[in-house]
């Protein structure tokens, strides 16, 4: 798993700050008020990143990649 994230690790760096700004957007959005789910979004919050950068570097960035090489 750790090599899987090693490997996406640009695109973790690319979309990091997005997701971030995002997710207080998401958090306004679900008006999350509760200190229980406010503790499980900041804990599901660096899962959901990670997953999806995983998705991107698997859908994305890849796939340029080999084409590019």
């Keep these: 798993m ?3 994230i ?7 760096y690319l979309l990091h700050t ?9 958090r306004f ?3 999350i008020q509760s200190p229980r789910l406010l503790l499980a979004f900041l804990i599901a919050l660096p ?8 998705l991107w570097y698997r859908w994305v960035e890849r796939p340029l990649l080999k084409l590019l090489s």
């Design 2 to 4: 750790l090599v899987a």
């Design 6 to 12: 090693g490997d996406a690790s640009y695109s973790l």
């Design 18 to 26: 997005f997701l971030l700004d995002a997710s207080g957007r998401w």
């Design 29 to 31: 959005h679900l008006d």
């Design 47 to 54: 899962i959901v990143i990670v997953l999806l950068s995983l």
